[in-house]
């Protein structure tokens, strides 16, 4: 087996986070060890405003993007795909709303990136992924507060997470890092993962190191959400670009960035208006299968003990039930063919 550091990932014991996250102990216990937490956080009204104000940008903006900067296949980004003004003034928007209310249950947490999810009917794959890396995951956890504008069940694509994987696949991710599990067919690791429905106004809080995927809207509305990068207040926002490859790895340059980087960030390039050079490293090119994942995600073996020799447990366990009141709703349909056509499309 290769070691998670032959990986690029980085090594458990080089990882040192003990500031909270959560205020609420116990949610902050859930979140250590699964790696999110479910929570309801917006009243009816605020996921209006938010929902209206989508709309509003758009009509105002011509649309949140131009139809030759998205590919219909995938989940809409607005701060991937979307106008640098649409962007602007998105972040604006949702961090008026969003702020003061994760604010209530997250310790001196800061804004980075506030993005709309967008699920035009019969689209919005988003493959099997971690997020970005936007901070030094050795030393801090960044968050998405993903939150739900519609409720979201299996039929509109709502998110699968896979338990615990937060814990030893920390790194380093930009825009490359999605293609580490696009070997990896999404019929097998769909029984891995646990699905989460929830209603509108709904937040998960997760890790930004946790493995998840979402399926394609398969109904006849849109499924829009939201995904507000929170950073702790005393970590560098960091950005990690790839630069080029070598027979050694993916070339990557590490910038310090501020959240205006965001507004008009293009294929994952720096920009010196935002940001300033950091560092530039040297990091594995990852393409795991399924069998490295799980042994990725086990945790180290223990010390030889006369006394007990029984194996740990494995992580990834078989899928359970949401605890927070789920929506009713069918059990997971495999998506191979269309996986499979990312998979194609991603290389
Ligand atoms: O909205 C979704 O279905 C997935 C969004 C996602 O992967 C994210 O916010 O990181």
Redesign the pocket.
Same mark, same amino acid.
Request: charged letters at 25%; glycine letters at 6%.
């Given at each position: 087996m290769r070691a998670p550091g032959e990986l690029g990932f980085l090594e458990a014991d080089a990882c040192d986070i003990d500031r909270p996250i959560l205020r609420d102990p116990a949610l902050q216990a859930e979140f250590e060890e699964t790696g999110y937490v479910v929570l309801p956080l917006l009243d009816a009204e605020q996921v209006a405003t938010l929902v209206d104000g989508y709309d509003r940008l758009a009509a105002a903006l011509d649309g949140s993007s131009a139809p030759e900067d998205y590919n219909d296949t995938y $989940?809409e980004f607005s701060i991937i795909h979307s106008r640098p003004e649409f962007r602007r003034r998105a972040y604006d928007l949702i961090t008026s709303v969003l702020e003061p209310v994760a604010e209530r249950h997250l310790v001196d947490m800061r804004p980075l990136i506030a993005n709309f %999810?967008n699920k035009l009917p019969g689209t919005g794959v %988003?493959p099997t992924h971690q997020?970005f890396s936007v901070v030094d995951e050795a030393e801090h956890r960044s968050v998405?507060v993903?939150v739900a504008l519609v409720d979201c069940v299996l039929e509109n694509?709502a998110?699968s997470l896979l338990k615990g994987s937060h814990q030893t696949l920390r790194s380093r991710r930009g825009m490359w890092a999605y293609q580490a599990f696009s070997q990896i067919d999404q019929g097998q690791l769909d029984p891995k993962l646990t699905r989460v429905e929830v209603h509108a106004g709904d937040a998960v809080i997760l890790d930004d190191a946790l493995v998840?995927y979402?399926p394609p809207n398969q109904t006849g509305e849109r499924r829009l $959400?939201i995904?507000f990068v929170m950073i702790p207040q005393e970590a560098r926002p960091l950005w990690f670009q790839q630069v080029g490859a070598t027979d050694d790895g993916l070339d990557i340059e590490v910038w310090e960035i501020d959240e205006r980087y965001f507004f008009e960030f293009w294929h994952g390039d720096g920009d010196e208006r935002y940001g300033t050079h950091a560092d530039r490293i040297v990091l594995p090119k990852v393409d795991l299968d399924l069998a490295m994942l799980e042994q990725l995600l086990a945790p180290a073996p223990a010390e030889p003990a006369a006394a007990d020799p029984a194996p740990a447990e494995p992580v990834l366990s078989e899928p359970e039930p949401v605890a927070w009141e789920p929506v009713a709703s069918e059990p997971a349909a495999p998506q191979r063919g269309l996986r499979a056509l990312i998979s194609r499309l991603s290389r």
């Amino acid at each position: 087996m290769r070691a998670p550091g032959e990986l690029g990932f980085l090594e458990a014991d080089a990882c040192d986070i003990d500031r909270p996250i959560l205020r609420d102990p116990a949610l902050q216990a859930e979140f250590e060890e699964t790696g999110y937490v479910v929570l309801p956080l917006l009243d009816a009204e605020q996921v209006a405003t938010l929902v209206d104000g989508y709309d509003r940008l758009a009509a105002a903006l011509d649309g949140s993007s131009a139809p030759e900067d998205y590919n219909d296949t995938y $989940a809409e980004f607005s701060i991937i795909h979307s106008r640098p003004e649409f962007r602007r003034r998105a972040y604006d928007l949702i961090t008026s709303v969003l702020e003061p209310v994760a604010e209530r249950h997250l310790v001196d947490m800061r804004p980075l990136i506030a993005n709309f %999810v967008n699920k035009l009917p019969g689209t919005g794959v %988003v493959p099997t992924h971690q997020n970005f890396s936007v901070v030094d995951e050795a030393e801090h956890r960044s968050v998405s507060v993903w939150v739900a504008l519609v409720d979201c069940v299996l039929e509109n694509g709502a998110m699968s997470l896979l338990k615990g994987s937060h814990q030893t696949l920390r790194s380093r991710r930009g825009m490359w890092a999605y293609q580490a599990f696009s070997q990896i067919d999404q019929g097998q690791l769909d029984p891995k993962l646990t699905r989460v429905e929830v209603h509108a106004g709904d937040a998960v809080i997760l890790d930004d190191a946790l493995v998840h995927y979402s399926p394609p809207n398969q109904t006849g509305e849109r499924r829009l $959400a939201i995904q507000f990068v929170m950073i702790p207040q005393e970590a560098r926002p960091l950005w990690f670009q790839q630069v080029g490859a070598t027979d050694d790895g993916l070339d990557i340059e590490v910038w310090e960035i501020d959240e205006r980087y965001f507004f008009e960030f293009w294929h994952g390039d720096g920009d010196e208006r935002y940001g300033t050079h950091a560092d530039r490293i040297v990091l594995p090119k990852v393409d795991l299968d399924l069998a490295m994942l799980e042994q990725l995600l086990a945790p180290a073996p223990a010390e030889p003990a006369a006394a007990d020799p029984a194996p740990a447990e494995p992580v990834l366990s078989e899928p359970e039930p949401v605890a927070w009141e789920p929506v009713a709703s069918e059990p997971a349909a495999p998506q191979r063919g269309l996986r499979a056509l990312i998979s194609r499309l991603s290389r």
